[in-house]
């Protein structure tokens, strides 16, 4: 299984792994920074070092076995050296929108009853999708400064594990209707925003809500009487 240094230390932007095996032009490595998607997180930009070329990984895949594995164009050889540089503005840009998801879906469930059921996060613009009965756009500047107001208060975002059984005991820490839970050899990671919530996620995000910067819908659909979609942009 490959290590999910991304998990660890999503600050950090380079990295040296082995590779364990390479078939068609993909490499799996014993460790990697790369997030290799999903959760409505895009996978990570970036290149390896082999053989001292510097080579894109153009695209990313976790297998069921939790190796991760990097396309790449060529087959190095298992027990190769690899140094791993990840496209840091992209990351940085999908760690705050990680973020502002986060707090967008509390504020949302909370202040407005809305349920989640979509997210796509990306590094300019990041859509969600809710159950959200009666809202309608007149709405959109109040929860806006809802979702500033938190952001302003600074609230330390930290990562935890818990069993599977508390998982299944703490039906609250669910917050997606139509993903399964993020399970991993009997574990469940928890992202808690001080004070505010916790969910169950396997993404990255950044370690202060400060770091999220303003946020304001750039767009807003009525998708029928009960489904709404926000795009929510953000500014330094
Ligand atoms: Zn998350």
């Known amino acids: 299984m490959t290590a999910k240094l991304y998990l660890e230390d999503p600050y950090q932007r380079e990295f040296d792994a082995e590779v364990l095996e ?3 032009g993909w490499c799996a490595l014993s460790q990697t920074l790369f997030y290799p998607g999903g959760g409505g ?6 290149h390896l070092i082999l053989h001292g070329d510097a080579v894109p990984v153009s695209a990313l895949r976790e297998d069921a076995a939790g190796r991760i594995w990097h396309c790449v164009g060529r087959d190095p050889v298992a027990g190769d050296a690899v140094r791993g540089t990840i496209d840091w503005p992209f990351r940085y ?4 929108h990680h973020g502002l998801m986060h707090v967008v879906n509390t504020v949302a469930r909370q202040h407005f009853g809305g349920v989640i059921t979509g997210v796509q996060i990306g ?5 969600i999708d809710f159950k959200l009965a009666g809202f309608s756009r007149e709405q959109i ?4 400064d809802r979702v500033n107001a938190v952001i302003d208060r600074g609230l330390r975002v930290t990562s935890s594990i ?9 039906p609250e820490l669910i917050r997606t209707l139509d ?3 993020p399970v991993v050899g009997g574990n469940v990671r928890i992202v808690e925003i001080e004070g505010f ?3 169950a996620c396997g993404g990255t995000h950044v370690h202060s809500t400060s770091e999220i910067g303003r946020a304001h819908v750039g767009k807003f659909d009525n998708k029928g009487k009960d489904n709404k979609r926000f795009y929510w942009d953000l500014t330094a």
Not at 123 to 127: I, L
């Open 93 to 96: 840009a999908l760690m705050r």
């Open 162 to 170: 818990i069993s599977e059984d508390e998982y299944r005991r703490r």
């Open 141 to 144: 500047p109040d929860f806006e």
């Open 197 to 199: 919530d916790a969910q």
């Open 179 to 181: 993903v399964l839970p």
């Open 41 to 46: 997180q895009p996978h990570d930009r970036g």
């Open 123 to 127: 590094p300019g613009r990041s859509r």
């Open 22 to 24: 390479s078939a068609g």
